[in-house]
C-alpha cells in the first residue's frame, strides 16, 4: 500500500506504472508542474493532449471531490480530449478501473472518489454554476469573447477553490487572453516548438520539412515553430474570426437531411486548384456556416454537380446556388440547371465581383451576422476554417478597387466558396413553405 501511495503521489511515475506512458523530459515538466496558472504552447506533434489527459485523470484520482473542467471552442473539440481520457481508463486492467472509475459517459467522467472530468463548449451559459478545482482550457485562443469567458465565468468559478487553470493552444492572435497569458508573469510557461519534437523522437525531421514545405509558412510558424504570426495584410483578421466562432454550431454532414433555408457557394477548380462546396443557413440577419467540402484535385466537374445535386434533394430547402464560372463559361451553369439544381446563378470573378462579396463576408462578420463552427481537421480532405479564411490577402490597386491574393503555395477555395455563399445569402430573397406552396 505505501508503494501505491508513492506512485499515485508522483504523477510521472502514476502514468508510467498504470498507463505504460514514459514522458518525454518536457511532458514530465508540465505533468509535475505544481503552479496553480499554466500555459501550454506546443508545437504539432508534441503530445500536448495526451498529457493533459493523462494529468486530469492523475489530479482526479489523487484529489478527491474535486470537478475538473475541459472548456474548448466547441464541444467537439473537448470531446477530443475527453474521449483522449476515456480511452486511457478503458485501457486499465479491469481491477484498476473498478478501483478508480464508477462510470463513463460521453462528456462526463466519474470517479469512484467523487472526483468529476466534465467536457463542455465555451459557452458563458453553460460553464456558469460550475464550481471548478481545475480548469482546461484547450486551444484558448479561438474563444469568443475570451475575456469574458475567462474574466467574468472561469476566474471567479476557481477563486473560491484556489483552484488550477491550465490555458493551452496553437498560436492565434495577439489581441486575444491567450496571448497576454503567455507573456503573462503570473504563469508558469511550457513554450515547445518542433526541434524538442525530434529531439524527442515523437516526430521525424522529414516529417517536418514535408510540412514546412506543404503548408503556409506562417501556418507553420504557429502550428510547429509555435509562434504568434501577425496578420496586418488579411482581409479577415485573425480575432475578427475568433469572434464569429459560434461554440454551439454543429456543421452538418452530406448524409444529414437538416431543415432551414441554405444557400450553396460553390468555386469551382481542378488540376492546381480545389473545388469547394460551402453552405449557409440563414436565420433572419444571422448567416450561420454549415456545411464545406473540398474535393480531391483533379475531381471532375461532373463529380461536383453531383455532389450539390444528391445535397439538394436530401435537404430539400436550398434556395440558390451560386457558382463561380470563371474560366469555365456559362455552360457549368446548364449543366447544372439540366441536372435539376434549383436557382443556378453564375458569378464570373472580376476586380469588382470579388471585392464586392469579400466585403459582404467581412461586413456579415464585423456586425456579428456570420458565425462559423470550430472543429478539428480530422484528415487531408478536411479544410481547417479558420486558417483557409484567414488566408486571402488584400492590397489597394491605384484605381481604389481591393485586389485579393494568397500566398505562394496556398489555396484560397473555400474562402471564395464561403463569399459565394455568402453573396447568395443576401442577394436572393427566401421563401417559406406553407401548406406545400413556397411562398417568397
Known amino acids: 500500500m505505501k508503494k501505491l501511495e508513492e506512485i499515485i503521489r508522483d504523477p510521472v511515475k502514476f502514468v508510467q506504472v498504470f498507463f505504460g506512458f514514459y514522458p518525454t523530459e518536457y511532458q514530465a515538466k508540465l505533468l509535475r508542474d505544481p503552479s496553480k496558472r499554466i500555459v501550454v504552447k506546443w508545437s504539432r506533434q508534441a503530445g500536448k493532449t495526451t498529457t493533459i489527459a493523462l494529468r486530469a485523470i492523475w489530479y482526479a484520482i489523487t484529489h478527491p471531490k474535486t470537478l475538473t473542467l475541459i472548456v474548448a471552442p466547441s464541444l467537439r473539440q473537448s470531446m477530443i480530449m475527453s474521449d483522449r481520457i476515456q480511452d486511457f481508463l478503458m485501457s486499465l486492467p479491469k481491477k484498476w478501473r473498478s478501483l478508480f472509475v464508477e462510470k463513463l459517459q460521453r462528456t462526463v467522467v466519474r470517479f469512484r472518489n467523487g472526483s468529476r472530468i466534465v467536457a463542455l463548449p465555451n459557452s458563458p451559459q453553460l460553464l456558469r454554476g460550475y464550481t471548478a478545482h481545475q480548469v482546461i482550457a484547450d486551444e484558448a485562443a479561438f474563444f469568443k469573447d475570451d475575456e469574458l469567458v475567462f474574466y467574468n465565468v472561469l476566474y471567479p468559478m476557481l477563486q473560491t477553490t484556489d483552484g488550477i487553470l491550465i490555458v493551452s493552444s496553437t498560436p492565434w492572435n495577439k489581441d486575444s487572453v491567450f496571448y ?97 462546396v460551402a453552405i449557409v443557413e440563414k ?76 466585403t459582404i463576408l467581412k461586413e456579415k462578420m464585423r456586425r456579428g451576422e456570420f458565425k462559423i463552427p470550430y472543429f478539428p481537421k480530422k484528415g487531408p480532405r478536411d479544410a481547417d476554417i479558420t486558417a483557409e479564411l484567414n488566408i486571402e490577402r488584400f492590397e489597394l490597386s491605384k484605381t481604389g478597387h481591393v485586389k485579393f491574393s494568397h500566398p505562394e503555395g496556398t489555396h484560397d477555395d473555400v474562402f471564395w466558396a464561403v463569399c459565394l455563399a455568402v453573396y447568395a445569402a443576401v442577394k436572393q430573397p427566401g421563401f417559406f413553405v406553407i401548406k406545400g406552396r413556397r411562398i417568397t
Open 283 to 358: 436565420q433572419s440577419q444571422i448567416l450561420k456556416l454549415v456545411h464545406v467540402y473540398r474535393f480531391p484535385l483533379k475531381t471532375e466537374y461532373a463529380s461536383v454537380i453531383g455532389y450539390v445535386k444528391s445535397l439538394c434533394d436530401r435537404w430539400q430547402s436550398i434556395h440558390a446556388v451560386y457558382v463561380d464560372q470563371t474560366g469555365v463559361g456559362d455552360y457549368i451553369v446548364e449543366d447544372m440547371k439540366k441536372s435539376g439544381i434549383p436557382n443556378v446563378t453564375g458569378v464570373t470573378f472580376t476586380v469588382a465581383t470579388k471585392e464586392e462579396m469579400a
Open 180 to 276: 497576454r497569458m503567455c507573456n503573462d508573469e503570473n504563469f508558469s510557461k511550457h513554450f515547445i516548438t518542433w526541434r524538442e519534437v525530434v529531439k524527442a523522437g515523437l516526430a521525424k525531421e522529414s516529417f517536418i520539412e514535408e510540412m514546412r514545405e506543404s503548408i503556409p509558412h506562417e501556418q507553420f510558424l504557429r502550428e510547429f515553430e509555435a509562434q504568434f504570426v501577425e496578420d496586418v495584410d488579411a482581409w479577415l483578421p485573425q480575432s475578427l474570426i475568433a469572434q464569429s466562432i459560434d461554440s454551439l454550431l454543429e456543421p452538418y454532414s452530406f448524409d444529414d437531411s437538416p431543415k432551414g433555408s441554405f444557400y450553396v457557394g460553390v468555386d469551382l477548380g481542378k488540376h492546381q486548384d480545389y473545388s469547394v
